[in-house]
């Protein structure tokens, strides 16, 4: 022992060890408490059911982090770690929109370590926004990119869905326009069913799609594709009725003269014209215009481009009545017509009309003969017809004829 008490490098040690000792016991004696910072404790909400049942949601917010400082026994803060602390705010009791300071809320921060006690927490200013949730329905648009081999090849598509629900903040809700879905026009095929995302249009051009404020009814939408023809055709006029007795329809216009149509490309390419709708002229006496006249397409059919509407102009006139000589009565048979001889020369037929169209008129009168099976003079009637544009033969007709052998 007196050896090691003589050495000086024992005694060192020794001198040192106390020394530790003595700091240790007075660290825990003297001062046995202290205070640590805790950084960047992330705040979580409470109550956003309670919120959603209110029609609110919340929208924006600062980063929601609070630095936390602790005091405790030197031993029960060295267990302390971030995980420990929670920090939370309730939003259980907000009953309308604005924004909200984190202080005048139902903001607390725990700390699940024994004998610890929390000094302060900071930001206690932060400022969350809550807003009115809405719901709203978006019209489901077809984007098409690409292109046909054929110019006159047209998609038309199925939606499975046609409308497209978002439910969120009303300021992101209420910017959202359109669901688009995109289609290859250089890929599809006939009869193809795609089932894609799509894309929630915003007025300032951005997608929302995915946004994590706001949810939507469907994850994707599903659409069949059909390649139709389109084409260029004519509309014809169509009427129902007659003028006053004492007039006469001149002339049928319509604007537009032609439509693009397209469908089924069989359809399409077997149509001559389009018809209208009847447009009513009974017992008129002056000329009409006629608007927003629907077109009678097939049921395949539908128009491509521009109005599905026209216009019909109907012009009439005083009418005029002009006695027509036939001369030739034309038999329904062809085979009939050396089996009689017409015995009259002539029947004077009465067509009423407008002078102009009255001028261009032809007549045809034909007969049919054949349940005349023996010779003699007979009696027929005679089926008058007119080629002229809105003409009308005005009475019935009847032949002498002699049926041959």
């Known amino acids: 022992?007196?050896?090691?008490?003589?050495?000086?490098t024992f005694l060192k040690v020794?001198?040192?060890?106390?020394?530790?000792?003595?700091?240790?016991?007075?660290l825990y004696t003297e001062r046995?408490?202290?205070?640590?910072?805790f950084k960047g404790i992330p705040v979580t909400f409470e109550g956003e059911?309670?919120?959603?049942?209110?029609g609110l949601v919340i929208y924006e917010h600062e980063p929601l982090e609070v630095d936390v400082t602790l005091n405790g026994a030197r031993t029960q803060i060295a267990r302390v770690d971030n995980e420990d602390i929670t920090a939370?705010?309730?939003v259980a009791n907000i009953t309308r929109a604005g924004e909200y300071n984190l202080e005048n809320l139902n903001y607390t921060v725990r700390v699940d370590v024994d004998g610890v006690n929390i000094v302060s927490r900071t930001p206690s200013s932060s400022v969350i926004k809550i807003e009115n949730m809405i719901r709203k329905s978006l019209p489901v648009t077809i984007v098409q990119t690409g292109q046909f081999s054929d110019p006159d090849a047209v998609l038309a598509t199925d939606l499975f869905v046609e409308y497209i629900t978002v439910t969120g903040p009303e300021s992101i809700v209420n910017g959202i326009e359109e669901a688009a879905i995109e289609i290859d026009l250089s890929e599809v095929e006939d009869g193809e069913v795609i089932e894609s995302a799509y894309q929630l249009i915003g007025a300032d051009g951005r997608d929302y799609y995915g946004n994590e404020n706001i949810e939507t009814n469907f994850d994707t939408?599903?659409?069949?594709?059909?390649?139709?023809?389109?084409?260029?055709?004519?509309?014809?006029?169509?009427?129902s009725g007659s003028p006053n007795a004492a007039y006469a329809v001149e002339s049928l216009s319509v604007e537009p003269q032609t439509v693009t149509i397209a469908g089924e490309p069989s359809i399409v390419e077997a149509l001559s014209n389009i018809e209208t709708e009847p447009v009513k002229i009974n017992g008129i006496t002056r000329d009409i215009e006629a608007s927003n006249i629907e077109l009678a397409l097939p049921e395949t059919v539908y128009i491509y481009e521009g109005d599905e509407t026209v216009t019909v102009n109907v012009k009439v006139v005083a009418a005029e009545v002009q006695e027509i000589p036939i001369t030739f009565l034309e038999c329904v048979?062809?085979?009939?017509?050396?089996?009689?001889?017409?015995?009259?020369?002539e029947l004077i037929v009465s067509v009423s009309g407008a002078p102009a169209n009255l001028a261009k008129a032809e007549i045809r009168a034909t007969i049919d003969i054949s349940s005349y099976t023996?010779?003699?003079?007979?009696?027929?009637?005679?089926?008058?017809t007119t080629t002229g544009p809105y003409l009308t033969v005005q009475g019935t007709y009847k032949a002498n004829i002699t049926i041959l052998n």
Do not use: Y
């Open 1 to 8: 022992m007196k050896k090691l008490l003589a050495n000086d």
């Open 32 to 37: 046995p408490t202290t205070n640590k910072e």
């Open 49 to 54: 059911g309670a919120l959603e049942d209110n």
């Open 374 to 384: 023996t010779p003699g003079e007979v009696e027929v009637p005679v089926t008058v």
């Open 221 to 239: 939408i599903k659409v069949t594709c059909h390649i139709h023809q389109k084409r260029v055709i004519e509309v014809s006029p169509v009427t």
């Open 14 to 26: 020794l001198s040192l060890v106390l020394a530790i000792s003595l700091w240790v016991f007075v």
């Open 88 to 90: 939370t705010v309730s």
């Open 333 to 345: 048979d062809p085979e009939d017509q050396d089996r009689f001889v017409f015995n009259d020369m």
